[in-house]
């Protein structure tokens, strides 16, 4: 048989338990190459999407594989619209000085001392990450904290480890703020915007306080800083460095109603991502329109994060066509039987497994279907705690690794255009125990408030 007839075949060539061993194979193929850093993350995911089609569609006769239609099909647009849109937006406002502005300010209004600083950023980011979502939250605070730094002489780093936690913690406490928690949301409709603030934000309230505390305790070397300094700082002139007021005037108002409609999204009903890509689009036709600055624009997007999204979304769509998530949801329902209790444990830590590792939407899409399916089976009375707990699981697993949330991508890919470079593992022994903590508060939680009182 040649390579033409091998494409055409109409039947499977490969046995399916073949199949879903390859497929988990090229996975983790994937997050190998990605933690050991030999080939970039972006081109590692990318290859292995390509080889997971090719492998299903060779051996499981899946003819529209290869279609671009299909393969489009299994990318989640309105987070690369949404991310992309921002990305135009935060960079252009970053080119007028805007942020630097704020930063000075920012850094004033806490005299210049880092911790009184670092928890600020932290509140922010928590809070923004509950209303907006993580990942635009991340894209404006970022280049905030980089500012910042920057005019204090300080590391960054702790800044940018502390914005990751809180933007996953903060993205659980509400319906909107985390990509689990929207795709939760959007499958029940019975469950309202106000009981996901009422059943989640305790619990992320706690793993906030936890969180801090740690975060305090293991940088406060890091959070040294010279009076000379914070002498310095207090008589910086904010004004001076926006460098393009009529500009940053522009980008500002564009930013605030991009803000309104993502608070606004219950009333309006305008995706993130169509509410993001507009913006882009209307600051671009406000800024100078010559070649060289809308290049200058778009090259600034983040484009190995975008990439390297749809790669992992292709994958995860490449494990489902296998069988993968019938396995998983099969072999969980097994194992809990009808122990609400035990159900709602064995949720909650699973899918902060597989958020930590593979990212929280993957785990999202496994899990929602398996949570559904447990539910009608065993027709509980108090089913909603099983989705309470499959969202704290999901958003606050996402801590774990820098894959576990696309925000985790974005401030670690913004941190490397300034610089600062920090590895898989480097993330991974802080972002770990983070996660444990987190995951294990909100069990305890669960556990007292649905099955104890």
Request: glycine share 6%; net charge negative; proline share 3%.
């Amino acid at each position: 048989m040649d390579f033409i007839n091998i494409f055409s075949y109409p039947n499977s060539l490969i046995p399916i338990y073949l199949q879903q061993i390859l497929a988990v194979v090229i996975f983790l193929i994937t997050f190998v190459f990605i933690t050991t850093e030999r080939i970039h993350r972006t081109i590692i995911a990318l290859l292995c999407a390509v080889l997971m089609l090719l492998m299903l569609r060779i051996g499981g006769g899946h003819e529209e594989l290869l279609s671009i239609e299909t393969i489009a099909e299994f990318i989640d647009w309105e987070t690369i619209a949404l991310l992309t849109g921002m990305m135009i937006i935060v960079n252009i406002a970053v080119e007028t000085g805007i942020f630097s502005f704020f930063a000075i300010k920012a850094a004033k209004l806490s005299k210049g001392k880092p911790i009184g600083l670092l928890i600020s950023f932290c509140i922010v980011t928590g809070i923004g990450s509950a209303f907006l979502d993580n990942v635009t939250t991340v894209l404006l605070v970022v280049p905030i904290t980089l500012s910042v730094t920057k005019i204090l002489k300080l590391n960054p780093v702790p800044f940018f480890f502390s914005e990751i936690f809180f933007s996953n913690i903060g993205g659980a406490a509400t319906q909107i703020g985390d990509p689990p928690n929207i795709m939760i949301g959007s499958q029940n409709p019975q469950l309202s915007f106000m009981e996901f603030i009422y059943n989640l934000s305790p619990a992320a309230i706690i793993s906030g306080i936890i969180t801090l505390g740690i975060v305090l305790l293991i940088y406060r070397k890091d959070l040294l800083m010279d009076n000379t300094e914070i002498e310095t700082l207090m008589h910086i002139d904010a004004d001076k460095y926006i460098t393009d007021h009529a500009q940053a005037k522009k980008s500002l108002t564009v930013l605030l109603v991009v803000l309104f409609f993502f608070f606004t999204n219950s009333v309006f009903h305008i995706s993130g991502g169509a509410v993001a890509m507009a913006g882009a689009i209307v600051l671009l036709l406000l800024t100078k329109n010559n070649e060289s600055k809308l290049e200058h624009v778009f090259g600034k997007v983040e484009w190995t994060t975008i990439f390297l999204l749809i790669g992992l979304f292709i994958q995860v769509k490449g494990l489902e066509i296998a069988g993968i998530i019938d396995v998983i949801a099969n072999t969980l329902f097994s194992l809990v039987g009808d122990n609400t209790i035990l159900a709602s444990s064995v949720i909650m830590w699973f899918s902060s497994l597989f958020s930590g590792f593979s990212g929280n939407l993957p785990s999202a899409t496994v899990m929602i279907p398996v949570v559904q399916n447990y539910i009608e089976f065993t027709s509980l009375a108090n089913s909603d705690v099983l989705w309470w707990s499959l969202s704290l699981g999901a958003c606050l697993g996402g801590i774990a690794t820098l894959l576990g949330c696309p925000a985790n991508i974005v401030v670690v890919n913004m941190a490397q255009k300034e610089g600062y470079h920090i590895s898989y593992f480097d993330y991974l022994k802080f972002g770990l125990p983070i996660a444990l903590l987190s995951v294990l508060s909100s069990q305890i939680y669960v556990l007292l408030r649905y099955f104890v009182f």
